[in-house]
């Protein structure tokens, strides 16, 4: 069932391995004087999963949410299906680090709400969100209120919410980074599951070594002040394998030893 | 009302002497009904003015039972209507003004800066401002009609109600802001769908302290401007040193007083925050 990654240049799916659904064209970004982003240009694969990593401070956030249309760049363009975007839109959904879920809603409504802004109709709204609420594995959780379910409850609503839009590329901000380890193994995980159960592109955020080589397809690695892209890796992890025999796996192990040696060097 | 302390009587004596059944009929009673302690907390209230009204602390204060006595009295005469009937127009009238104009005013500053420069410096001068000294300003200008008593209350409320909706839109969570904008809501999905409904706990508390001004609008009204309503019942009462029926018209504005504020909450958990029902 699982993809392999070692399988990718073959893939079926997209016409040639160059299918780039975002396009990070010279992006620069100044906060006034203190400049958080230099020079970056990127390509994001269709149906692959690439991870934005590196030290706090490299702007990998402030990235992901100019992909996102939520931060106006200072210079360069983002493109998505080759079109130049100036703001949200329709064929991105974004995961927030704080789940951003409104408390005063059900389960079944946060998850429904991107396609209540849409003005979908509310039988078919819901219908898609228990589908949705399913899928995540909240099933029976869809009448509770956000505070009466744990953090990595609330980050699965976040997701359910980001998949409910059918949109072709997921951003997902340090979405498990609020969660206990446990908690977080078993969501990478069923982020992979989900990963090939919905074939989306998906652009993930996060500051752990062990997190990004473990789900993705190719990780990008920002160095910071100001955040420049430093190198590019391509994990090519066997996903076949159970999920534990890929913690023990050498390979799995020498990226993440590979990704280190590049990293040490601005940790304090 | 005169029910309450019975039941406190009845809690003493049963913890007393009475067989453990009923102590813990009691007790869980009390553990399931947080109204329970409501009870207890009037009770001990009512049982020490009961007290201090037989020592007694002043020849001026009545006893509870004199109170309750007095007010249905006045019940029955009709001359608490017929007060009721004329403090509650300019209460009503200046309340509804100023939690209408208040939450636009103040939801229009927590929205543009422009709004907020303009209008911010006025409401925190007269929010500052002793606006008791003001109300006979209002007189000069406009006489002792509805309109200087409703104004009163206007002047009383409205600052509080602008500055607590102008902060609660100014806390709203961003990240919700930007959710929704990540989802291409529009700024009206944005306003009424985010913004309003996360700040109402901050709203309705505006609007909670707003009202509470409002009545003390419309008795600073009625004891300066002109002696009509509760005002002139208290004043009258006062004069004639029918102390009990003056405490009996004071007691009953507070209680109104505080079940329109319960009422008001009572709205905002079923309507806009029904997750805070749960709790």
């Not at chain 1, 992979?192 to 997190?211: A, C, M, P």
Request: proline content about 5%.
């Amino acid at each position: 069932m699982a993809n392999s990654a070692l399988a990718r240049s073959g893939s079926v799916k997209s016409a040639t391995s160059n299918d780039a659904v975002v396009q990070v064209r010279d992006i620069c970004k100044n906060y006034g004087d203190v400049e958080a982003l230099r020079g970056i240009n990127l390509e994001f694969e269709r149906g692959k999963l690439t991870t934005l990593l590196g030290p706090s401070g490299c702007g990998k956030t402030t990235l992901l949410k100019i992909i996102a249309g939520l931060v106006p760049a200072t210079s360069g363009e983002i493109r998505v299906n080759g079109r130049v975007v100036t703001g949200p839109g329709p064929e991105r959904a974004f995961v927030f680090q704080d789940f951003a879920l409104m408390p005063w809603a059900t389960v079944l409504r946060n998850v429904g709400f991107g396609l209540e802004l849409k003005g979908v109709p509310a039988a078919e709204r819901d219908r898609t969100a228990r589908r949705y609420i399913e899928q995540v594995g909240l099933a029976g959780f869809e009448q509770k209120y956000p505070h009466e379910l744990s953090g990595g409850m609330r980050q699965r609503v976040g997701i359910a919410r980001a998949f409910a839009v059918n949109a072709d590329v997921l951003l997902l901000d340090e979405p498990f980074s609020a969660v206990d380890e446990q908690n977080r193994r078993k969501f990478q995980e069923d982020l992979l599951r989900l990963v090939d159960l919905e074939k989306k592109t998906f652009i993930f955020v996060t500051h752990s070594i062990e997190e990004a080589v473990y789900v993705s397809d190719r990780i990008i690695l920002l160095s910071p002040r100001p955040g420049r892209v430093s190198q590019i890796i391509d994990p090519m992890i066997d996903r076949s394998a159970s999920p534990d025999d890929i913690r023990r796996d050498a390979g799995y192990l020498d990226v993440v030893e590979e990704i280190w040696q590049g990293l040490r060097q601005y940790a304090e | 009302m005169s029910v309450s302390p019975a039941k406190l009587d009845n809690g003493i004596g049963a913890s007393k002497e009475a067989p453990p059944t009923v102590v813990e009929m009691i007790r869980t009673f009390a553990e399931e009904r947080r109204s329970f302690w409501i009870v207890v907390s009037l009770a001990v209230l009512f049982v020490s003015w009961e007290v201090a009204g037989r020592i007694p602390i002043s020849f001026a204060f009545p006893t509870f039972i004199e109170t309750v006595v007095a007010f249905g009295e006045m019940v029955a005469d009709g001359s608490m209507h017929k007060a009721y009937f004329l403090t509650l127009q300019p209460l009503v009238l200046g309340v509804v003004i100023s939690a209408a104009v208040g939450i636009g005013l103040g939801v229009a500053m927590g929205l543009s800066d422009k709004a907020e420069w303009l209008l911010a410096p006025v409401f925190i001068v007269l929010q500052a401002a002793p606006m008791a000294a003001l109300v006979p300003l209002v007189t000069f200008v406009y006489g002792i009609g509805l309109t200087a008593k409703t104004l009163a209350v206007i002047m009383l409320a409205l600052p509080v109600i602008v500055l607590n909706s102008y902060k609660a839109v100014r806390h709203v969570n961003p990240s919700l802001v930007d959710m929704c904008r990540s989802f291409q809501g529009s700024r009206m999905q944005q306003i009424f769908k985010i913004i309003i409904p996360d700040a109402s706990p901050v709203l309705f508390a505006g609007l909670r302290l707003g009202i509470a001004a409002g009545f003390i609008g419309v008795m600073l009204a009625e004891l300066l401007i002109t002696p009509t309503g509760i005002g002139d019942l208290i004043t009258y009462h006062r004069s004639v040193a029918n102390y009990a029926h003056m405490y009996a018209a004071v007691a009953s504005i507070i209680a109104v007083s505080t079940l329109t504020l319960a009422g008001l909450q009572y709205v905002e958990t079923h309507l806009l925050r029904p997750e805070k029902r749960r709790k």
